[in-house]
């Protein structure tokens, strides 16, 4: 809790969403800051942010002056992320506890609940991060992250190749499931918003990288579409198609 008096914090419920988008990208460089609908990827994100009614501030940690000047047009707290923790290794939990310590020595005082959002997400259900956090909350969980069904996709219906040229098609886990409807449910993480407690953020631990998210993980589910990230040229052009349909009538 550095720059703060542990005698002087406000214990007042504070949830804070943060924020994370970095200048450098190997599928796409700068990928938040590519035009989308007429404006930045990452100012959906600001927009999706603002409009969230369980978020109390929001912060931003980027290393890329676009993105910071951005976010100040938008009326966001901003935190230039040293060059250090802006890394291809930096961690997610090390980039967020980044912002969450400068919000904390400006205010002088320690959030409890934290909502992670990327900004190379430009698609998320409008109430997905107050859902996160009310589960969150009302759970007592360590964190909640955002799922979808991978119905098609199923493992069940995954295949490898083996044999001596790596060209004999076996199905990767044994089954006799053939119809969809028949399939066990599975979940695939979105990315569309992650919501822990501050405490088991700065639980840190180097041998365990996803230990930031506890030991009680629940996951709030979406549908296929609903979320979407952009890391590629098809990535942001799908995003395009998706916010088109989402405008029309009866959209997504």
């Not at 409807?181 to 919501?195: I, W």
């Not at 979320?227 to 395009?240: W, Y």
């Amino acid at each position: 809790m550095s720059g703060i008096d542990p005698n002087s914090v406000n214990r007042r419920m504070t949830r804070l969403a943060v924020i994370i988008a970095r200048k450098d990208s190997k599928g796409l460089p700068n990928k938040s800051m590519q035009p989308l609908a007429g404006k930045p990827v990452i100012a959906w994100t600001f927009e999706h942010a603002m409009g969230c009614k369980l978020i109390d501030q929001i912060v931003l940690s980027s290393d890329c002056p676009q993105i910071l000047e951005t976010g100040r047009d938008y009326g966001i707290m901003t935190y230039e992320r040293p060059a250090q923790r802006a890394t291809d290794t930096t961690t997610i939990d090390d980039a967020v506890r980044h912002g969450i310590e400068c919000w904390e020595a400006d205010q002088g005082r320690q959030c409890d609940y934290v909502a992670i959002l990327y900004g190379n997400i430009p698609l998320r259900p409008t109430d997905l991060t107050d859902r996160a956090m009310k589960k969150l909350i009302e759970t007592e969980a360590d964190s909640v992250q955002s799922v979808y069904p991978v119905e098609k996709m199923h493992p069940f219906w995954m295949k490898k190749l083996s044999g001596p040229f790596h060209d004999v098609l076996e199905m990767y886990e044994d089954n006799r499931v053939y119809r969809r409807q028949d399939l066990p449910p599975v979940y695939m993480l979105d990315a569309g918003v992650l919501a822990m407690t501050r405490t088991n953020l700065f639980n840190v631990d180097p041998a365990e990288p996803h230990n930031f998210l506890g030991h009680d993980r629940r996951g709030i589910v979406t549908s296929p579409g609903q979320v979407m990230d952009v890391d590629d040229e098809l990535d942001l052009a799908l995003a395009q198609v998706l916010l088109e349909k989402r405008a029309q009538p009866g959209g997504l």
